[in-house]
């Protein structure tokens, strides 16, 4: 069953986040449950070969073998059934569509709590480790269905399955993940090494938090968005990339919203879009400035045009806007801007 981690009721704010990403937990739901039917059919199949292979056993070997002889062990040892599962490899089956079958039907395979004071990274991990149950029993029905099952070498694949084990295609197929947490709780910069694949991991922020927690984590090819509105998120869902976002539960000045297209364009400044960047903190001379001041710092580094290509586009000096007009600029209008402002034109 999924861990204790994950829990079937959550805020308020989680359950509306829930709705334009529940699509991509029904894919992975169906995905499982179909992965499970075709499990169980294949060793009812078997079980039925099997049967039949032991009754013809027992009329080759006569009245004589009644009582004496198991007749299904027989026929495999003197090789009747060349491809026939053995018991090892049922058992590895029947624990398989196990996992299978409990995941198939979880409603709450894509929910996290973080209690206060915990770890977010360590509760993502976990997490994670759990929905790669699926992937590990997957990996063990192939194996044993091949006679290559060892207990001593792949019998972790029966258990949680770090995402660090996942291959490219499992990465590709991992369900969003809602993780709800207090604000002060929110220090996500450590989800980095899970943003991979398609994999998805939305914060449902209650309380305040810091102004830019996700700037740390923009890279050219991850959706990170902050928002205070989970209708946003319908685009979350739409990304073809990894993708981070945080949701607070309500609209707050000294919070930045922004979003992180990677296929907004082919420069940082041009695929962030940030609609309210906070004010800077107001600090005494001789105070030192506050830690999260820096995540705001980095987020007005990374929204900044070049001079040139902010006076093309009509935008402001500091770079922030909706990043529309930045878009439409191209490489020739750029390097055109450039010589324009090196050139020494009072000489002509």
């Excluded at 206060?116 to 509760?123: E, I, S």
């Excluded at 962030?272 to 906070?278: A, E, F, T």
């Excluded at 500091?318 to 439409?328: K, L, P, R, T």
Aim: charged share 25%; net charge negative.
């Amino acid at each position: 069953m999924p861990s204790d981690t994950a829990v079937a009721a959550g805020s308020d704010l989680g359950d509306l986040m829930l709705g334009p990403l529940q699509p991509r937990v029904e894919a992975f739901r169906s995905a499982v449950a179909t992965a499970e039917e075709e499990v169980r059919a294949y060793v009812t199949q078997q079980q039925g070969r099997s049967s039949v292979k032991g009754e013809q056993a027992l009329i080759e070997l006569g009245p004589f073998a009644v009582g004496r002889i198991d007749p299904e062990r027989f026929a495999m040892l003197i090789g009747h059934v060349d491809d026939e599962l053995t018991p090892e490899a049922f058992d590895v089956l029947d624990r398989a569509d196990a996992v299978l079958r409990d995941f198939s039907v979880a409603t709450d395979l894509h929910r996290v709590r973080l209690e206060a004071g915990g770890d977010l990274r360590d509760a993502v991990k976990d997490a994670l480790a759990d929905v790669g149950r699926v992937f590990g029993a997957s990996r063990a029905v192939e194996l044993a269905r091949d006679g290559a099952f060892d207990a001593e070498r792949h019998g972790h694949l029966l258990g949680p399955l770090p995402f660090r084990l996942w291959n490219r295609a499992e990465r590709q197929l991992a369900p969003p993940l809602i993780v709800d947490l207090r604000g002060e709780d929110c220090f996500p910069a450590g989800l980095g090494e899970f943003l991979d694949g398609a994999v998805t991991i939305v914060l449902a922020t209650s309380g305040p938090a810091t102004p830019a927690p996700l700037a740390r984590l923009i890279t050219p090819g991850t959706f990170v968005m902050q928002t205070s509105d989970p209708a946003e998120l319908e685009r979350v869902a739409q990304t073809r990339h990894p993708a981070v976002a945080m949701v607070f539960d309500e609209a707050r000045p000294e919070q930045a919203h922004f979003v992180h297209d990677p296929d907004a364009g082919d420069t940082t400044w041009s695929r962030l879009s940030v609609q309210q960047m906070p004010d800077e903190a107001d600090v005494g001379r001789g105070r030192r400035a506050p830690t999260w001041l820096e995540e705001v710092v980095h987020l007005r580094t990374l929204a900044a045009r070049p001079k040139a290509v902010a006076h093309l586009a009509g935008s402001g000096e500091n770079g922030v806007g909706d990043g529309s007009a930045a878009a439409e600029v191209t490489s020739a209008d750029q390097l055109a801007g450039w010589l324009l402002a090196q050139t020494e034109l009072g000489d002509l």
